[in-house]
Structure formats: structure tokens, C-alpha cells
């Protein structure tokens, strides 16, 4: 089992940053952010794939976020600016091994998940 530890949520004001942070216990194919808000369902912000680097997004955030990884230490981050009020969500980190699926940042593909980590922008 894959252990998937987020950091970096807080509060913020809109139009702030912040960075968020998965270290993974051991590496995956696949490696993405997702979040939920209360009330609605699970959504792909942003997906990597750790062997090549390539990188998806997500319509919600498109051009706001940057996923990134650090390889060597089973890393990811996401870099997100100008927030939102609606960007408040509880935001996850999610691993898996279904490369050919990545670009469909479905939630369903990914095996294993972090506990997530809080993101409120007021």
C-alpha cells in the first residue's frame, strides 16, 4: 500500500498563493491532485506522470496551477495563485498506475489517497 502525506493547505485571502506538498511512500506511474468541496463531487485538479514529467490539468484551475515533482523524492507539489473563494475544498493527493488513463484526471483510476489537506480562500 502506497502512504501519500499532504501538507501546505491554510487560509488565504483570494487572489493569494499557496503550495501544497505529497511525499509518497514509494513510487507510482501516476500522480495527481484532486479536490472536493462540501456538497459536491470529487475533481481532478491537476495529474503527473512521474516517469516522464508530463503534466495535466483540470478545467477548474486551468492556467492558475502548477504541478511539479521532485523524483528523487517521491514528491509532488502544486503550485496555485490568484484563489478563489471557490477554490475552498479539501484537497487530496492522489497515486496510481494507470498511465493510460491519466489525461481523464478521473478519481477512479487512482489506487491509493492521501488524508488531504484543507485549502479556505476568503
Known amino acids: 500500500h502506497v502512504q501519500l502525506v499532504e501538507s501546505g493547505g491554510g487560509s488565504v485571502q483570494a487572489g493569494g498563493s499557496l503550495r501544497l506538498s505529497c511525499v509518497a511512500s514509494?513510487?507510482?506511474?501516476?500522480m495527481g491532485w484532486f479536490r472536493q468541496a462540501p456538497g459536491k463531487e470529487r475533481e481532478g485538479v491537476a495529474a503527473?506522470?512521474?516517469?516522464?514529467?508530463?503534466?495535466y490539468y483540470g478545467n477548474s484551475m486551468a492556467g492558475r496551477t502548477i504541478i511539479s515533482q521532485d523524483y528523487a523524492k517521491k514528491t509532488i507539489y502544486l503550485q496555485m495563485n490568484s484563489l478563489k473563494p471557490e477554490d475552498t475544498a479539501m484537497y487530496y493527493c492522489?497515486?496510481?498506475?494507470?498511465?493510460?488513463?491519466?489525461?481523464?484526471?478521473?478519481?477512479?483510476?487512482?489506487?491509493?489517497w492521501g488524508q488531504g489537506t484543507q485549502v479556505t480562500v476568503s
Open positions: 492522489a497515486a496510481g498506475w494507470r498511465l493510460g488513463k491519466i489525461a481523464n484526471l478521473a478519481a477512479d483510476d487512482y489506487e491509493h
Open positions: 514509494q513510487s507510482t506511474y501516476c
Open positions: 503527473i506522470g512521474t516517469g516522464e514529467g508530463r503534466t
